[in-house]
């Protein structure tokens, strides 16, 4: 099957990549179902690359619903080892404002419905995910988007990515309580992501695009559903400028990261003792320690 060293995750507004030339799209078959669309497979600044809507191309799954196990095994299946997740957030600072982009580099999980581990079925693995995200991804992401210059956007360097639930928005009592807690940026999707990325051994850092205020703000309320829209647009344009650039800047080097060997003192089973039908399931991760 053709291979892919790097992966990129679209969230809302970015279904495709204008940029993407001789495409292929790959429906990829996991042991824990389809994921959310096909992968496109195609060829960005000269490199080969794998690209998923997160919420499938018209954007028909909700946070909860997304396959995210699905998702990130079928990258690791054509070879991913790095992600970028390019995903649509709103503010919960005053300093970060719409079209502004963040690179956070802490979450807090705030979700409740959701599968966030591979692990299961007789095997214990604990990742560590003290550092959650691939500090080399973030450096890459963060100088590229220095270098583009972007109009309008002001670059953020770390930060807290609050997950909630969904799909509705947050209250105003919880909104000023994650502003309480440190929170820099909100959405619904990356922490799982991010998990399941380091389980799979695979680099992943988030592209976080503001599109609003959250309710904390005194000027929420009018904000209307078209000027998310746009901004959402206007954020898919300069995401892919991003992209492209750090794709670039990743092939240069293909950096090493901690998480490539994620999984060398998590995994706490003795493997002669996990069932065999749990090391077929998980043999695309365990195949090295095996």
Request: net charge negative; charged share 20%; glycine share 8%.
């Amino acid at each position: 099957m053709a291979e892919a060293r790097i992966g990129i995750i679209g969230g809302s507004g970015l279904y495709k990549m204008e940029a993407l030339k001789d495409i292929q799209e790959i429906h990829v078959e996991t042991p824990f179902g389809p994921p959310s669309d096909a992968v496109i497979l195609g060829t960005l600044e000269g490199t080969r690359v794998a690209f998923l809507a997160r919420h499938g191309r018209h954007h028909t799954l909700m946070p909860t619903e997304l396959p995210f196990r699905a998702n990130i095994y079928a990258l690791k299946s054509l070879g991913v080892e790095y992600i970028i997740s390019a995903s649509a957030v709103g503010s919960l600072q005053a300093e970060i404002k719409p079209l502004d982009m963040v690179i956070p580099d802490q979450f807090i999980d705030r979700t409740r419905h959701r599968v966030s581990t591979f692990f299961g079925e007789g095997i214990v693995g604990h990742i560590s995910f003290g550092e959650p995200i691939c500090m080399a991804i973030a450096q890459i992401l963060g100088d590229a988007i220095e270098s583009l210059r972007l109009e309008g956007v002001t670059l953020h360097r770390g930060g807290t990515y609050v997950c909630m639930e969904g799909p509705a928005f947050s209250t105003k009592a919880e909104s000023n309580l994650y502003r309480s807690w440190g929170g820099t940026v909100i959405g619904m999707t990356n922490l799982q992501e991010a998990k399941l990325a380091r389980e799979a051994e695979i680099a992943y850092a988030t592209l976080a695009l503001a599109t609003d205020y959250d309710c904390w703000h005194p000027d929420h309320d009018s904000v209307t559903v078209e000027m998310v829209i746009q901004n959402l647009h206007k954020n898919a344009e300069n995401a892919q400028r991003v992209i492209q650039e750090s794709v670039k800047r990743i092939s240069a080097s293909y950096p090493p990261s901690k998480a490539h060997d994620a999984l060398k003192y998590a995994i706490i089973t003795p493997l002669a003792e996990v069932p065999e039908a749990t090391k077929e399931k998980l043999a695309l991760l365990l195949h090295k320690y095996l």
